[in-house]
């Protein structure tokens, strides 16, 4: 299990990595941790399993979605409230 656990945390770290900017790199572990659930969820309700579990997944689904809508717009109002530092000057 900690082998698992390790890898895990090891992806989740790495998700984003080849982003330099840390609001980019936010903005892909929040897609990796709403992914991952996606994933789990997607294969209990492949495998039959309790529709209770389903449910909480299904929460949990959720709650990674809102959590990636807030990040990504934290990330677009800070994009655009960024002052402008070069281009044409008047």
Known sequence: MTTFI?????????AGADRPDLDARRVARAVFVRDTIRALYDADKQFGLDPADNGSLAELVDAAEEHLEHIAND????VTTTPHTGGDTA
């Open 6 to 14: 390790q890898e895990l945390t090891g992806r989740y770290v790495a």
């Open 75 to 78: 990330v677009s109002r800070s």
